[in-house]
T-cell receptor, first 116, second 117 residues
Framework: GNSVTQMEGPVTLSEEAFLTINCTYT??????LFWYVQYPGEGLQLLLK?????DKGSNKGFEATYRKETTSFHLEKGSVQVSDSAVYFC???????????????FGQGTILTVHP | EPEVTQTPSHQVTQMGQEVILRCVPI?????FYWYRQILGQKVEFLVS????????KSEIFDDQFSVERPDGSNFTLKIRSTKLEDSAMYFC???????????????FGPGTRLTVT
């Protein structure tokens, strides 16, 4: 079956530190990959995506590159801010046929806390 | 910017009672989903819905659960006889119309926290 594995957390950083959250996946087909973010008390927001190998998704200073050879989609940010404190979820979906896609399969989430 | 909305934000119910969770997906989307997140655990898929029928469901989505699109805007999840283990955050999501696949991303509502006592 399909699965997503994220690095264990929580992750605690000082402001302006470099962030990496590892994500690896197994999939029976060729997935699209996503990072979602959940701020305290809120729902899941799409942070970035990549739909094919070597694609780089980016948003709000966050980046992740779709690495088919290592089945990875690690999230990085060069300089984190206190406002980045949230739970980050890696996820995948598979194309079902044509342009339709199936369910999202999520990793377990990584709690990030950034201190001033 | 269009967004998915959910009501109520918090629902408390007694074991054995029926609950209906409501969602209004983004208006030009045709695919709708329910997920749940038990406190401290993964976000889990429950069911997907397209063209007025279930297109996929998980093992969690047993006979106690049902979904409906009663009109052109609402999408509901009903739990017929709630159990303690149904306590969780329930998220509704929607995604693009056919032909605008854009990689399969889904857009989530803020969630309904269901507490079964």
């Amino acid at each position: 079956g399909n699965s997503v594995t994220q690095m264990e957390g929580p992750v605690t950083l000082s402001e302006e530190a470099f962030l990496t959250i590892n994500c690896t996946y197994t999939a029976t087909g060729y997935p699209s990959l996503f990072w979602y973010v959940q701020y305290p008390g809120e729902g899941l927001q799409l942070l970035l995506k990549a739909t094919k190998a070597d694609d780089k998704g980016s948003n709000k200073g966050f980046e992740a590159t779709y690495r088919k050879e290592t089945t990875s989609f690690h999230l990085e940010k060069g300089s984190v801010q206190v406002s980045d404190s949230a739970v980050y979820f890696c996820a995948l979906t598979l194309r079902k046929g044509g342009t339709s896609y199936g369910k999202l399969t999520f990793g377990q989430g990584t709690i990030l806390t950034v201190h001033p | 910017e269009p967004e998915v909305t959910q009501t109520p934000s918090h629902q408390v119910t007694q074991m054995g009672q029926e609950v209906i969770l409501r969602c209004v997906p983004i208006s030009n989307h045709l695919y709708f989903y329910w997920y749940r997140q038990i406190l401290g655990q993964k976000v889990e898929f429950l069911v997907s819905f397209y063209n007025n029928e279930i297109s996929e469901k998980s093992e969690i989505f047993d006979d106690q659960f049902s979904v409906e699109r009663p009109d052109g805007s609402n999408f509901t999840l009903k739990i017929r006889s709630t159990k303690l283990e149904d306590s969780a955050m329930y998220f509704c999501a929607s995604s693009w119309t056919l032909g605008q696949g854009r990689g399969g991303e889904q857009y989530f509502g803020p969630g309904t926290r269901l507490t079964v006592t």
